[in-house]
């Protein structure tokens, strides 16, 4: 396939006709290198029929990046054929690598075992990586949902694809008694703590409440607490994705009873355990709990993140709740919260404290409904690609050309997505 020749054909990208990039042409060049960045740079069509996507600055494949780096082009697949055939060769490889190793984020493209071979853990050749995050395995059937709502194609529903979900909703539903019935851990030796699992690799201890564990944030950063709020969401979503699929496409009831009765119980745990009454804020989501009483009140750039509920669909974004959260993830409060000379967003304690997340201001900009935020945004992206022209992981607000991960394809999409969105 010729990825050149399709990217030089995607009209209202390359045209940008659109009066938000009027006599902004920075902007306007940012939106085409940045749309274009995961196709031009982190795509292989292998000849095997599927698609590797790798994160960009290392060589393995992550689930949720790689479904992340696409998204924004599951709306050209009508109008570009050839988006179909990457896309869906993605949607396959991610469902090989699920039933390899659904508790791996990362792959390699071949069983070349390459990656972290020193982790105390289980492991497979064809795994760069084996932190255990809920969101790995949500973005690829979110992945496969929106391009087959997009485009009505069903062939890659195929065995495997039920096999994948049948695999999920079972290790969700071990993970609501993680202590008890679960066989998975994790060490690292010689490395911050936020890369290995308290406990003898098994994490803090947890109570029961509906909701399933986590080891690790989308960050990679090890969990807290076990209950990651933001992912569980996002496991709620996808399991009324899998309700959909099960009914409409495989006539499989026994899978759908399966996976409603799971939605409820990780939807209701959230409800009586995810929610903190702030005194300032009101009730707001925490960002992870144990079950137990205790609260880890903050949020993290990366996604899916308590910023970005209405992003991934949870609810929307007038919902009272998340409106409470909202405040207080963008303020001083969020300990991960932070303004400078350029910008101020969310960052991460995966990177420098008081750096901003280019990820962070674009989920902020892309769940606003205030034209004038949105522009504030704008304005800040345009002033801290550090003269690249390109996102970056994160950046320090106050120099912009102090930053991290020169060539990180998920923040480049997301900023696609977000130009696309606004000038379509």
């Not at 990362?106 to 795994?127: E, I, R």
């Not at 999920?168 to 936020?194: A, G, M, V």
């Not at 930053?403 to 000038?423: D, I, P, Q």
Request: aromatic share 14%; charged share 25%; net charge negative.
């Amino acid at each position: 396939m010729n990825l050149q020749k399709l990217i030089s054909s995607v009209a209202l990208v390359n045209e940008k006709k659109a009066s938000i990039l009027e006599n902004r042409p920075k902007l306007s060049e940012m939106f085409r290198k940045c749309f274009f960045n995961t196709l031009e740079t982190t795509t292989e069509v292998l000849s095997d029929g599927t698609t590797f996507v790798f994160t960009g600055d290392i060589p393995a494949m992550w689930l949720r990046d790689s479904s992340a780096q696409v998204r924004h082009y599951i709306s050209l697949c009508e109008k570009y054929p050839e988006f179909q055939r990457i896309l869906e060769g993605l949607i396959k490889r991610q469902i090989a690598y699920i039933l390899i190793d659904p508790y791996a984020n990362a792959f390699n493209k071949y069983p070349n075992n390459q990656g972290h071979k020193s982790d105390l853990t289980d492991h497979n050749p064809w795994v760069w990586e084996r932190k255990y995050e809920i969101d790995s395995l949500c973005y690829p059937i979110q992945l496969a949902y929106m391009y087959w709502k997009t485009t009505g194609e069903v062939k890659f529903f195929d065995t495997s694809f039920k096999d994948t979900i049948l695999t999920i909703i079972r290790l969700w539903k071990t993970e609501q008694k993680h202590s008890e019935l679960s066989s998975y851990n994790f060490i690292r030796k010689d490395c911050p703590q936020s890369d290995t699992l308290l406990n003898n690799g098994r994490g803090t201890p947890e109570g029961y409440t509906g909701m399933t564990w986590s080891g690790f944030r989308p960050s990679d950063d090890a969990c807290t607490y076990g209950y990651l709020i933001p992912s569980n969401m996002f496991a709620v979503v996808v399991l009324e994705y899998i309700k959909e699929i099960s009914k409409n496409v495989f006539n499989d009831m026994e899978i759908y009873e399966e996976a409603a009765s799971l939605r409820d119980a990780i939807d209701a745990g959230i409800k009586e355990y995810g929610i903190f009454h702030h005194p300032l804020y009101g009730d707001i989501y925490a960002y992870e709990t144990d079950g137990l009483g205790n609260y880890n009140l903050m949020d993290d750039a990366n996604v899916p993140s308590l910023l970005a509920i209405p992003y991934f669909g949870y609810s929307s974004s007038d919902d009272s709740v998340y409106k409470n959260t909202r405040r207080y993830i963008l303020s001083k409060d969020n300990p991960y919260y932070y303004e400078g000379k350029y910008a101020k967003g969310v960052g991460s304690p995966h990177t420098t404290s008081g750096n901003v997340w280019h990820i962070g201001m674009i989920m902020q900009a892309l769940t606003s409904e205030d034209n004038e935020e949105i522009d504030e945004i704008l304005t800040y992206l345009e002033q801290t690609d550090a003269g690249t022209g390109f996102m970056h992981e994160s950046f320090n607000p106050d120099n912009p050309i102090d930053y991290s991960r020169k060539w990180f394809a998920w923040a480049n999409s997301l900023f696609g997505e977000l130009m696309y969105k606004l000038v379509a």
